[in-house]
């Protein structure tokens, strides 16, 4: 007998300011897709979950801390946050209008759509670049996941956000002691000595286990002084 394999369903397509966003089934999954790049999907959300709990722990016992999750993604990263009561405000800034769409009246309200309905939750659609050079609001923790990591971004532009330049904008919007926490789809040692260069304390690393294959990784730091 042959092999056969489920053909990906288009539930979306649109065009962005940055280029072309899909969201996909492909089975049981949903999947999202930037200018062809697949960036992530529904199957574990380990990591995602990793991102925010690394943030929280570094914060020690710090009364009702607010985050700002940088992208929106499959929801993970938020539907973990509103899950903990620990959390005060939880701010998401997502740039693809297309990906709001799909959670607050789309397939992946399946997700996020408890988070999205907590009073402590807002959506922001800015690019994030943008919003923390500008913003007047500051935060206890920042959990970016914009990209495929530091080393491997969806847009060209989005690589500022890992430069010197980039960083300081980040420790701009933390609080004393804040936390910034980065997903990446691999280690990255130069993400780190810019982390330090830029001034951030405690810089390190925490990966998510894999079967086989190069593990997801968070990079931490807590804001200069």
């Known amino acids: 007998m042959p092999t056969t394999y489920d053909t990906p369903e288009v539930l979306d397509r649109r065009e962005g300011p940055y280029g072309e966003v899909v969201l996909r089934r492909h089975g049981a999954l949903l999947q999202i897709i930037a200018n062809g790049c697949f960036l992530m999907d529904t199957s574990d959300g380990r990591s995602e979950r990793l991102l925010v709990d690394a943030a929280l722990d570094a914060l020690d ?3 009702d801390p607010e985050v700002l999750i940088g992208g929106l993604g499959v929801g993970f990263s938020l539907a973990h946050a509103g899950g903990n ?7 998401v800034v997502e740039r693809e ?11 992946l309200s399946t997700v996020s759509g408890k988070t999205l309905a907590d009073p402590r939750t807002r959506i922001v659609e800015a ?3 943008a919003y923390v050079n500008e913003t007047s609001d500051t935060f206890d923790a920042l959990c970016l ?3 495929n990591g530091p080393d491997w971004t969806v847009t060209e532009t989005n690589s500022g956000l890992y430069s010197n ?5 980040c420790a701009r919007v933390l609080r004393p002691d804040g936390v910034l926490a980065v997903w990446s789809a691999k280690p990255s040692p130069e993400f780190e000595g810019t982390l ?4 951030f304390r405690h810089v390190r690393t925490e990966e998510i286990p894999v079967a086989r294959g190069v593990p997801d990784v968070v ?4 804001r200069p002084e």
């Open 219 to 222: 990079h931490l730091g807590v």
């Open 85 to 91: 009561p620990r959390w005060g405000r939880i701010t």
């Open 127 to 129: 690019d994030l670049i």
């Open 61 to 63: 016992d710090r009364p």
């Open 97 to 107: 209008r297309a990906v709001i769409d799909w959670h607050r009246a789309g397939p």
């Open 165 to 169: 330049a980039g960083l300081a904008g």
């Open 196 to 199: 330090r260069n830029a001034g």
């Open 145 to 147: 996941d914009i990209d």
